[in-house]
């Protein structure tokens, strides 16, 4: 059995997209995500770099080293009540926690700080260890897209699972 991870959850930060590169070069990262096999360092140190409100992004470190990450787009106009959800764990420390903590993290942010009222998030069908954490989570699938994405020369479905949340009157 291996010992509890000591997990810090913090804002992204410019430094840290070479455990990015390093987070989203994992097989089951590329598997289970829409970015494509051998992103280079470049494309992660653009997106550490650019700070924007409307898009939390949190990563999860274990001793120094970014192992997930999480990113929350929030809805625009009439859908200014919702935030999407991306996230990743490293290969070598999912199934670990990590997950667990970046969702308590950006969840509480949503929820408690930012007033959202709906979450949602896709993944794909086949990725029963996410499901069922986000189902831990109260995420409910809605529906299933089709054909969604290409993914190891065929394409695949994904759900589309959501939080809904009753916010206490003030």
Same mark, same amino acid.
């Given at each position: 059995?291996? %010992?509890?991870?000591? &997990? ?6 410019? @430094? @840290?997209? &070479? @455990?990015?590169? &390093?987070?989203?070069?994992? !097989?089951?990262?590329?598997? +289970? ?5 051998? !992103? ?9 770099? /650019?700070? =924007?409100?409307? #898009? ?7 001793? /120094? ?8 787009? &929030? ?7 919702? +935030? ?7 290969? @070598?420390?999912? +199934?670990?926690?990590? +997950? ?14 930012? /007033? ?9 069908? =086949? ?7 986000? %189902? ?20 695949? =479905?994904?759900?589309? #699972? ?9």
């Amino acid at each position: 059995m291996s %010992k509890k991870l000591d &997990i810090a959850v913090r804002a992204l930060e410019p @430094d @840290d997209y &070479i @455990d990015l590169t &390093i987070l989203y070069s994992g !097989p089951n990262v590329v598997a +289970g995500s829409l970015y494509l096999p051998h !992103p280079p360092q470049d494309l992660w140190r653009r997106r550490a770099e /650019g700070s =924007d409100s409307e #898009m939390p992004r949190l990563v999860a470190a274990v001793e /120094g080293m970014v192992v997930g990450a999480v990113s929350m787009e &929030i809805g625009e106009g009439r859908r200014r009540h919702s +935030g999407t959800i991306e996230m990743a764990v490293r290969d @070598d420390y999912q +199934g670990r926690g990590v +997950g667990a903590a970046l969702l308590t993290a950006i969840v509480d942010l949503a929820e408690h700080w930012l /007033g959202l009222r709906r979450l949602e998030l896709v993944v794909f069908t =086949d990725n029963n260890p996410a499901i069922a954490l986000y %189902k831990r989570f109260n995420f409910t699938v809605e529906g299933t897209l089709r054909q969604y994405a290409y993914r190891s020369g065929g394409l695949a =479905d994904v759900y589309t #699972m959501a939080r809904l949340t009753s916010l206490p009157e003030a």
